[in-house]
């Protein structure tokens, strides 16, 4: 049955003339070609108003791919570029993006936004329709209009094939040869515990190894096509993967970023299967949490693991995501899925593309890229901005943090400090965010589009996207020092399996207050997270199995403990009540002949509400 044929016709706008296309910046993927509406008549013109900073604009670009094809020989889609941040006026950087993201039909480069202007353009995505006599019929804003749209310019060709007013022919559409580079607009990096690395190949939709050279392609695993496939390295199918994350048996998680969706990807055998996502985007009203291979994601840029979890930055909808391995579930963490720079509690927060993930004592780290800045989930689950004010507040500026500007950043990666090293993409800079101190500073720049980054050793390897590489850079000795509350003899743990114990002890004159639930909290994190393979997370229980990971090597095991106790006078009808709480960093290197036991004592002298400083340390 016809759908479309017996649908009621698609409402259109008052029948408008077109203004003329016009942009500074030229035209891409017309093979030096310039188009004009007046020499496209007898087309129907879709006019895509985008800016590549923008994942609701890459939706668009994902949406229309079907649509071009199945009327390519009477519709032309044009896109007209219009930039939000000052990197986005560069010529030579919209020419990366209509590559990076396979845009398929002809580009117009529009940096003094001229078009955008005479179109009475207000948001990215716009679609403006043009009918075959050179007349505004429709204007769409926001992305999921596309089958509105179909219906639409079927309906254009069956009315202006009546009346003579409309030509059929071939797309012009003439894409540049793209260039023969190893990696080609990578896009995060992960070092697996053999010492390799492996990479998102994003616009070759692959997963590549590389040697630990950096430079040296080991193994390729997908086969380059677009698509959701699962199955050997050579058949299956990825579409512009993103971030990657290491799961306790070795086996690593994908955000298949296209696809809307995460694959598991084994590295012994090469064989990807899917985890959570359908393959189809999230649509208000779809839920936001159940079986994970039934609940539809939104461009997932980004994962890491946390508290036994794998985290989503969910930046098609602006939101924080966790997947279940255990379960087999995904749940909506943070993020009420507005756009915007928002703190307070995590499902309150709002948020604004969040697009980079990386964890350390404090809680999770966001790069969240449209607001172009930094902001922490800590482990109460709050959200706070450490930097950044607005969507519209950007620039270069280091300093103080409440002064100091980013510029879209992408990526967020922790330094053996507890500092944070910011991929500021569109600054092509690596910043540093120092919570200790509350400043920001550079660590580097001339860096193309910087979009991830791994630390090895005394050094911090950054995927330079737009250069197509994976480039090593020399930390400052600073960074490799811990702070001087964690500065200690580093302590032997053993390899595998270690229990932990905490010894509380109420004062005289107090015990446990369990009146309101359990009276104790133990949470536990490491630095690296993958220092830990079991563990991590938040329980009531003071003794906690931990199984460490010898392939990480030295980290700090992060403990804060906190009991509640009240006056133990029965006689009293309203007893006071005590807060103890201790927090220890502890340098750690999983050893063979090191302890399989820590101990802690939590002293019931601290008093109430205080929190220690310089804590012990533990006794073995």
Not at 115 to 140: K, M, N, S
Not at 506 to 523: I, V, Y
Request: overall charge negative; hydrophobic content about 40%; glycine content about 10%.
């Amino acid at each position: 049955m016809d759908d479309t044929a017996s649908a009621p016709p698609v409402r259109r706008s008052a029948r408008v003339r077109a203004p003329e296309l016009a942009g500074k910046g030229g035209w891409l993927n017309t093979g030096g070609a310039a188009y004009t509406l007046a020499g496209l008549r007898g087309r129907v013109v879709l006019l895509d108003f985008w800016t590549f900073c923008c994942v609701n604009c890459l939706h668009v670009v994902d949406e229309l791919r079907e649509l071009e094809k199945r009327h390519r020989d009477t519709l032309v889609v044009i896109g007209v570029h219009s930039p939000k941040f000052p990197h986005e006026a560069e010529h030579a950087a919209v020419a990366d993006a209509v590559e990076r993201y396979g845009v398929a039909h002809p580009v117009l480069d529009d940096p003094e936004l001229t078009t955008w202007t005479q179109y009475a353009v207000r948001a990215w995505p716009t679609l403006v329709i043009v009918d075959p006599e050179g007349y505004v019929v429709a204007t769409y804003s926001g992305e999921g209009h596309v089958p509105e749209i179909e219906r639409l310019v079927t309906e254009l060709e069956a009315e202006h094939a009546a009346k003579g007013t409309l030509r059929r022919g071939d797309l012009p559409y003439a894409p540049p040869e793209p260039e023969p580079t190893v990696l080609r607009f990578p896009g995060k990096v992960l070092r697996l515990p053999s010492g390799t690395f492996l990479v998102t190949d994003t616009t070759r939709h692959q997963v590549v190894e590389l040697a630990e050279d950096g430079e040296t392609v080991l193994r390729r695993f997908g086969s380059g096509e677009r698509g959701l496939v699962d199955g050997p390295p050579a058949r299956a199918r990825f579409q512009e993967p993103q971030g990657l994350a290491l799961l306790p048996d070795g086996a690593v998680v994908v955000a298949d970023t296209v696809n809307h969706a995460l694959r598991r990807l084994d590295p012994e055998s090469g064989e990807v299967t899917t985890l959570a996502g359908t393959g189809s985007p999230w649509r208000p009203g779809n839920p936001t949490e159940g079986p994970a291979r039934e609940v539809r994601l939104s461009s997932p840029w980004d994962v890491v693991r946390w508290r036994g979890k794998v985290w989503i930055a969910m930046a098609g909808i602006h939101q924080l995501w966790s997947y279940d391995p255990a379960a087999g579930t995904v749940a909506r963490e943070a993020g009420t899925g507005g756009e915007q720079l928002v703190d307070g509690p995590a499902r309150e927060a709002l948020f604004a593309q969040p697009s980079g993930l990386a964890v350390t004592a404090e809680g999770l780290w966001v790069a969240d890229s449209e607001s172009s800045a930094l902001r922490l989930l800590d482990t109460d689950g709050e959200v706070r901005t450490a930097v950044g004010a607005g969507l519209f507040a950007f620039g270069y500026r280091d300093g103080p943090a409440d002064g100091a500007l980013l510029q879209h950043p992408l990526g967020v990666t922790a330094l053996p400090d507890g500092s944070l090293a910011v991929c500021d993409t569109y600054n092509q800079a690596l910043r540093r965010y120092d919570p200790a101190t509350g400043e920001v500073t550079t660590l580097a720049g001339d860096l193309r589009e910087p979009s991830g980054a791994v630390v090895v050793g005394e050094d911090v390897v950054v995927v330079e996207s737009a250069r197509h590489r994976l480039t090593r850079l020399r930390l400052p000795a600073e960074v490799l020092r811990p702070h001087a509350d964690a500065e200690r003899s580093v302590t032997g743990i053993a390899v595998g399996p270690v229990h932990l114990d905490v010894v509380f002890t109420p004062p005289p004159g107090q015990k446990l207050d369990t009146r309101d639930g359990p009276a104790t909290r133990l949470l536990v994190s490491a630095s690296p997270p993958a220092l830990l393979r079991s563990g991590e997370g938040a329980g009531s229980d003071l003794s906690r199995a931990l199984e460490t990971d010898p392939a990480v090597g030295q980290g700090v095991l992060h403990v804060v403990v906190t009991a509640a106790a009240c006056d133990a006078d029965p006689e009293v009808l309203h007893p006071a009540c005590h807060v103890h709480r201790r927090e220890w960093r502890l340098p750690v290197r999983p050893d063979a002949g090191g302890a399989d036991r820590l101990v802690l004592e939590l002293s019931g002298a601290d008093g109430p509400g205080r929190a220690s400083g310089q804590a012990p340390y533990p006794s073995l």
